[in-house]
């Protein structure tokens, strides 16, 4: 069982395009990461979001935190090449005591055509 | 600007063979991670460290060990290869259990 579901899995769009991609959950989450993951290389994090209803922009980027703590979103505004990459959402779950596990979504996968 | 390194880059074994993953970070972080990403699979957790010394099992761990004698080092052990092993195999490192991660660039691993 996926407990962290992303939507769509892929996307292909023409540069200066919007697009949103969507990350559900029935579990909450203490906060929530996205990355952007290019071929051959490892994740890298774009941004966390740790309050329900909490709103984040990184440039072109808004991220925002279901207000249940439950599901994310992430918005591009005129989507450039450079976008292009595989996005994962990331929820951190509390395990007991101390320990805290980040799980994964399968990924969303974007292609931005010049 | 080293961050986490990971080798080897790429390998190919035979089924049954034995090899090391070797992790290396150069922030100080005490936590740190092995996942492994598959096709449709997403990112899972294998093994994880909470400190030098210390070790502990995720989502995956059968098949694998693991070592933190080091800080600063993670290393991944496969004592007896599978086809089923075959995937890409990231180490992931954070300053504690709260914060994002920094990943390495991954270690590509074919079983055959």
């Known amino acids: 069982t996926q407990l962290l579901e992303q939507s769509p899995q892929f996307l292909s769009i023409q540069e200066g395009e919007n697009l949103t991609v969507y990350c559900n959950s029935s579990s909450v989450f203490s906060s929530l990461q996205w990355y952007r993951q290019e071929p051959g290389e490892g994740p890298v994090l774009l941004v966390t979001?740790?309050?329900?209803?909490e709103v984040k922009k990184l440039k072109r980027l808004t991220f925002q935190f279901g207000d249940a703590r439950k599901d994310s979103s992430l918005h591009i505004t005129a989507a450039q090449p450079g976008d292009t990459g595989l996005y994962l959402c990331a929820g951190m779950m509390n395990y007991g005591g101390a320990t805290n596990k980040l799980i994964f979504g399968t990924g969303t996968l974007l292609a931005v055509q010049p | 600007n080293a961050g986490v390194t990971q080798t080897p880059k790429f390998r190919v074994l035979k089924t049954g063979q034995s090899m090391t993953l070797l992790c290396a970070q150069d922030?100080?972080?005490?936590?740190m991670y092995w996942y492994r990403q598959d096709p449709g699979m997403g990112l899972r957790l294998i093994h994880y460290s909470v400190g030098e010394g210390t070790t502990a099992k995720g989502e995956v761990p059968d098949g694998y060990n693991v070592s933190r004698l080091k800080k600063q080092n993670f290393l991944l052990g496969l004592e007896s290869a599978a086809p089923s092993q075959t995937s890409v195999y990231f180490c992931?490192?954070?300053?504690?259990?709260?914060?994002?991660?920094?990943f390495g660039s991954g270690t590509r691993l074919t079983v055959v």
């Open positions: 979001v740790v309050t329900g209803g």
């Open positions: 922030m100080n972080h005490e936590y």
């Open positions: 992931a490192s954070s300053p504690s259990a709260y914060y994002g991660y920094t």
